[in-house]
């Protein structure tokens, strides 16, 4: 460590003859000038040497009387830069005073590094919240109380980083201040994100059952509110025609008439156009051949003028063999999505019997056939009425949840915002709000806005937002104070 002394009449550490183990420079005043130049002391000898440049002075404090009692190196590093003396030396009563320095002083490193982290978390956090909210509110798939909602909770994020912001720009927090600030974040946190998920079970419900309304049969023939019927035993039955939806869209009027009016055609007068027949009668299903008799019987007769029994009687063996089994099987399926086939296995099993014989009778076969008509009949009119009373209790108790709701929305944002105008003003009280200030909801009872009659210089106008912040701001907008709009009384 030691290296030589170099300068005007300055000798190295080399012993010279002469000088025994205590040598001197030749120019002691030449020495001290040099900015290395140190002494050291070995048995008793004071002897003066230079030191490389460019280290730290701890080091050669430490190269130096190593083995002394006092040496630098019996001291706890925290203790550097005390008054040492003498009569310390390595006391077992400074060194412990040394450690608990030392441990102090690393507890408050860790303390500031935790309290640095929980801000940078924080920051993390309140940027993520605002970025994720302000995208979610561009959907096209929410609705306008779900926006409202969402833009609430985005005005909140907002307000609370700001908050934060100034606290932090005001002094450096303590750890408990940090902790209080993680958890007001962390409170906050967890309002967004059980909103968001909420939403976002909303939006796919409504998405499926928009899927299933425009998949379903009974969409162009029923009311909106008409699938509304889930939990009851109508679930599947269209309330206008009592018809279940699995069969396919009633046939419209027109559709009955060409029906009829070509089967007449061809079994009318004398001869049968059996091409007539078979390009027609396989159309017969059971989504419309309900319809098609019933159109039948009230323009072209009924009992032994009906339909099926014309057609019937008007058909040869052969054909009936073909022909019949088709209405059969249309009607037979129109029952069993009603959920009635058991009630006709007794005529089905009548017809298929009758179709084995070598005579096949007419009246057996089409008599069978008007009783499974008028079975189904019965059952779509009394499914009718069911679902109808049923969609008519549906729409009560709805509308019964929805003015609760409104009412609980109407409660939550009305305290919500005097809570805000109390922190804003900074009264000491909770005010009592105008009675002018509404609470906007959509048809589900959801909140979709404030607004507020006033009267200014101007005459009566209204002011609108679906935030405290955004009511506020139209206020001042319109030229008057939030508190003289939306305070009934005087501030506490």
């Avoid at 405290?468 to 907008?477: M, P, S």
Wanted: aromatic share 6%; proline share 3%.
């Amino acid at each position: 460590m030691f290296g030589s002394i170099y300068g005007p009449g300055v000798l190295n550490d080399t012993i010279v003859p002469g000088y025994g183990v205590t040598k001197f420079p030749v120019n002691l005043n030449t020495f001290w000038q040099l900015p290395n130049g140190t002494t050291r002391n070995f048995g008793e000898a004071t002897q003066y040497v230079t030191y490389p440049m460019g280290r730290p002075q701890v080091m050669y404090d430490l190269a130096q009387n190593f083995t002394a009692p006092n040496h630098i190196s019996n001291w706890n590093p925290m203790l550097i830069g005390m008054n040492i003396t003498d009569n310390i030396g390595t006391n077992p009563f400074m060194s412990q005073f040394g450690q608990s320095s030392a441990y102090q002083w690393g507890q408050n490193l860790r303390i500031q590094q935790e309290i640095q982290s929980a801000i940078q978390g924080i920051a993390g956090v309140l940027n993520s919240m605002e970025s994720s909210l302000s995208n979610i509110i561009k959907s096209d798939k929410l609705t306008n109380a779900q926006k409202a909602t969402l833009q609430g909770l985005l005005e909140e994020v907002k307000a609370l980083k700001s908050k934060i912001e100034k606290q932090l720009k005001a002094k450096n927090p303590t750890q408990e201040e940090a902790v209080e600030m993680q958890k007001e974040v962390q409170a906050l946190q967890k309002k967004v994100s059980d909103a968001a998920d909420k939403i976002g079970a909303e939006v796919n419900e409504a998405g499926d059952s928009s899927s299933a309304s425009s998949s379903s049969s009974s969409s162009s023939s029923s009311s909106s509110d008409a699938t509304d019927l889930s939990g009851t035993d109508y679930e599947n039955i269209d309330p206008e025609t009592g018809r279940h939806t699995s069969i396919g869209d009633a046939p419209s009027k027109a559709e009955c008439r060409q029906f009829c009016a070509t089967i007449f055609d061809a079994i009318d007068g004398c001869g049968t156009k059996n091409d007539v027949i078979e390009a027609t009668v396989p159309g017969l299903t059971a989504s419309n051949i309900v319809e098609v008799i019933s159109y039948w019987d009230k323009n072209y007769g009924s009992g032994d003028q009906g339909m099926i029994r014309r057609l019937i009687d008007d058909l040869g063996h052969g054909e009936k063999k073909k022909y019949v089994p088709m209405l059969l099987n249309a009607l037979q399926t129109r029952a069993e999505a009603l959920g009635i086939d058991n009630e006709i296995d007794q005529y089905v099993t009548n017809i298929t019997k009758e179709l084995g014989d070598c005579n096949i009778s007419d009246g057996i076969c089409s008599k069978n056939l008007m009783a499974i008509y008028d079975k189904i009949k019965a059952k779509e009119a009394s499914n009718k009425t069911g679902a109808k009373n049923a969609l008519e209790t549906k729409k009560s108790e709805k509308e019964t949840k929805v003015n609760e709701r409104k009412q609980e929305v109407t409660a939550e944002k009305k305290t919500e915002i005097a809570n805000k105008i109390k922190e804003a003003l900074k009264l000491k009280k909770v005010p009592q709000l105008s009675s002018a200030l509404k609470i906007e909801t959509d048809d589900n009872g959801e909140f979709t806005g404030y607004s507020i009659k006033f009267r200014t210089s101007n005459g009566e106008v209204t002011a609108k937002g679906m935030t405290y912040q955004q009511l506020a701001l139209d206020i001042e907008n319109k030229g008057l104070k939030v508190e003289d709009v939306l305070i009934r009384n005087e501030q506490a």
